[in-house]
């Protein structure tokens, strides 16, 4: 009896345009049994293109409030862990510039400080840790691109003087590589090539070198 009540209910329901997703819900039946006992109650074009269309708003408007809470909570930690970082003393400066270096530094020429990145943040911070760590000033210091040939040279070399405050003439000739940007996937990139920073001072490029090697031997010999 409860059986023909709820495939009453299942053909009323269907009738009044739901779809088998929504039957289900309230009747708390399989897609199987509905499917059997709705088969001559299909749904016209236009109410499934109602649904589709219905369904496809729903997904975006769920999508939106993820989007927005995410944003939310990210934000949240943000403020949070800016916070926490600053402002950071000299010797917690020196030290995160150590690491950048480490791990992205030239560590292969002995008469020079050296490093490549494509994102502007990295090559500022770079700049800064120079200046306030090893007395570097700007002027003592070398750009040298890496583009694409798709590129507009003159248009990146501005750029890049712009956003690290180093006038055109300490730019060198920059390298252009075969391949296209248009080429190569940079989602999420920065577009502008890739920088590389440097100083010649030998005596600053050992005291760094022993530095990081300071750093890796106390923690090869360190037991974990």
């Known amino acids: ?70 944003e939310k909570r990210l934000n949240i930690f943000y403020r949070e862990q800016k916070k926490i970082i600053f402002p ?51 002027s003592r210091l070398r750009i040298y691109l890496h583009l694409y040939k798709d590129m507009d040279v003159e248009k990146e070399i501005q750029f890049w003087s712009a956003t690290l405050g180093v006038p055109r003439e300490q730019f060198t000739k920059p390298y252009i590589k075969e391949s296209s940007l248009g080429d190569i996937n940079h989602k999420g990139g920065f577009g502008h090539g890739t920088c590389n920073v440097r100083v010649g001072d030998a005596r600053l490029s050992e005291k760094n070198l022993m530095a990081l090697k300071a750093i890796s031997d106390h923690y090869l010999k360190k037991k974990l």
Not at 110 to 115: A, C, K
């Open 88 to 138: 950071l003393t000299k010797r917690e400066l020196f030290l995160t510039g150590l690491f950048l270096y480490w791990g992205e530094g030239a560590k292969r020429f002995p008469t020079m400080l050296s490093i490549s990145n494509t994102d502007p943040s990295v090559i500022r911070f770079f700049i800064v840790w120079l200046n306030k760590s090893w007395n570097i000033s700007k």
């Open 1 to 70: 009896m409860a059986r023909f009540k709820d495939r009453q209910k299942a053909i009323e329901l269907r009738k009044g345009g739901l779809s088998y997703s929504q039957i289900k819900k309230k009747l708390k039946v399989s897609k199987g049994t509905l499917s059997y006992w709705l088969s001559d109650y299909p749904l016209s074009q236009k109410r499934i293109r109602e649904l589709r269309d219905w369904n496809e708003k729903r997904i975006e408007r769920c999508r939106e409030t993820k989007r927005k809470k995410k």
